[in-house]
């Protein structure tokens, strides 16, 4: 895979560089985080066929309902498709009932999730749609104080691979948002917040490594929050 990045050189002669982030479209709240995105300026195509990941430096898998996600990637033949694009460097994201989707075990029964994040996940543990709840947290490479989190019928973490970053837990010590690698993952919905501070941590994650590996232009501006805020607009939050 290519990444697709797009680098441009502004009139003070930084290079800015603005990732191109595919997002889900088989089910969930995929339009939340297209319009995120949007407002950030990030081109964010809706990812709808294996074939739509080519040329993406990251992908976000929403939050929704995981059985049925992974039902849908099955059918269209993404359980073979994404693990192979993450090999060749395109970041991930998911959110709630997409980190359902990455995790490498689940202590329910189902659904098949992909295996691509070294964690143990616990579906639906907070309860039913009306015991969701919003909470405040600082989060391992988010400045600017703490995120206001909207968990909705979340799952939680019951397990983390020696290879697995913590980057926010509960008071009660679960993990709710971890990094392994490119792969990012969070119980909470950052897209339904006015709070994009997430999304820029994403942003530089994914094109950190690619551009990385293949050598970055001289003064290219990447993978830190601070450094989206100036090339790509001003924060929501």
Known sequence: ???????????????????????LALQGDFREHSAMLAGMGIE??????????????GLIIPGGESTTITKLMDRWGFRDGLPRAAASGMAVWGTCAGMIVLAKHLVDP???????????????????????????FAISGVEGGPFRAIF???????????????????????????????????AFHPELTEDDRVHRM????????????EGRP??????????????????RS
Do not use: C
């Open 202 to 213: 994403f942003l530089g994650m994914s094109v950190e490594g690619p551009l990385q590996s």
């Open 110 to 136: 189902y659904p098949e999730p992909l295996g691509l994040l070294d964690v143990t996940v616990s579906r639906n543990w907070f309860g039913r749609q009306v015991d969701s709840f919003e909470a405040d």
């Open 1 to 23: 895979m290519v990444a697709s990045a797009a680098v441009s050189r502004s009139m003070s002669g930084l290079v800015s560089v603005q990732p191109k982030i595919g997002v």
């Open 218 to 235: 001289a003064g290219a501006s990447v993978g830190s929050v601070p450094d989206f805020h100036r090339e790509i607009g001003a924060s």
């Open 44 to 57: 964010a195509p809706e990812v709808r066929l294996p074939s739509h990941l080519e040329g993406l430096d």
């Open 152 to 186: 909705i019928r979340a799952p939680v973490i019951e397990r983390t691979g020696p290879t697995v970053e913590v980057l926010a837990s509960l008071p009660d010590g679960h993990p709710v948002a971890v990094r392994q690698g490119r792969i990012l993952a969070t």
